[in-house]
């Protein structure tokens, strides 16, 4: 009786060698793959990382101007050399050199006419900014009360404030202007 052979025919051998490529490429492509994703999973996180980043710089430099701009569209009697120093510390640059010397007037001017204001930024956002430096837009109401008027005067600005950031992080406001 004829017993059957135990080795592989050619045809079982090219299938097992094709099933083996197959498994192999597979294999390759499933790791190439897993690389990948894993590669471009790391950027689209450190890209978030990124943009949390800047996005919470914008919200300090949008809160430090605001601090500003509401300490000088601030009028108190009672703490007037205070507020004034503590907005001499915030600043630099240009508005430094046009605010600083002409501090003793502003004050006297204050003390004199006894004006009080209140001034609250009533919306702010960063129109550019880089690690260094930021623009910032903001719209201001001011409540103005004067002795000598019935009434108070209520006046609103439209600012652009140049904040500087600095290697340290402490941060300065370098520039006021008014838009029409």
């Known amino acids: 009786m004829p017993q059957p052979d135990d080795t592989p025919t ?3 051998r090219s299938w097992l060698a094709v099933t083996s490529v197959v498994a192999a490429l597979c294999l390759v492509a499933a790791l190439v793959s897993s690389g990948l994703w894993l590669s471009e999973r790391g950027k689209a996180a450190s890209i978030r990382a990124d943009r949390a980043s800047a996005s919470e ?9 605001s601090d500003v701009m509401t300490r000088l569209m601030t009028i108190r009697q009672e703490t007037l050399t205070e507020d004034v120093d503590r907005i001499v510390e ?16 502003y004050e006297e001017v204050v003390e004199t006419t006894a004006v009080v204001a209140d001034g609250v930024v009533s919306a702010a956002a960063v129109e550019q900014s880089t690690p260094e430096r930021a ?10 009360g004067n002795p000598r008027s019935q009434e108070d005067q209520d006046r609103q600005y439209r600012v652009r404030v140049t904040v500087n950031r600095h290697d340290d992080g402490e ?8 838009i029409p």
């Open 171 to 178: 941060m300065k406001v370098s520039g006021v202007n008014f």
């Open 57 to 65: 710089l914008d919200a300090s430099y949008r809160d430090f101007a």
């Open 135 to 144: 623009e910032v837009i903001m719209a201001i109401d001011q409540t103005i």
């Open 90 to 105: 915030m600043i630099e640059g240009d508005f430094s050199e046009q605010f600083t010397p002409r501090r003793d007037s």
């Open 10 to 12: 050619e045809g079982g």
